[in-house]
């Protein structure tokens, strides 16, 4: 899993199987973020990755849900829903944001 915050990218590992859900899977990112140093941005105020957001093809994200943008171009809350369900078994990319500065993009 690729998490990314603004331009800076690191890469991380996280053990997942295919009940796994995103939810899950974002917890597990949050605590490794939490316990390695070299995961953290250098400004304390975006310190804490709250907010995810799953790239599959060009779309702009709606609302504060997590959601998979599917070939029909639907939107779909995908939070709750495990990699076996979403059919994922290949690599996901998954990007990280401040809130505030999501709510400055939203402008």
Avoid at 6 to 15: A, E, I, L, N, Q
Avoid at 79 to 104: C, G, P, R
Wanted: hydrophobic residues 35%.
């Amino acid at each position: 899993i690729n998490s990314f915050e603004f331009s800076t990218v690191f890469y991380m590992v996280v053990d997942v199987n295919e009940d796994t859900t995103l939810k899950q899977i974002q917890e597990q990112i949050n605590q490794k973020i939490q316990q390695d140093n070299k995961y953290r941005p250098v400004r304390s105020k975006i310190a804490l990755f709250d907010r995810m957001r799953i790239y599959c093809y060009p779309h702009q994200q709606k609302d504060m849900n997590l959601t998979f943008n599917d070939k029909q171009g639907e939107d779909l809350i995908i939070a709750e829903q495990t990699i076996k369900e979403l059919k994922w078994f290949d690599e996901a990319e998954i990007s990280y944001y401040n809130f505030a500065q999501y709510q400055q993009w939203k402008k």
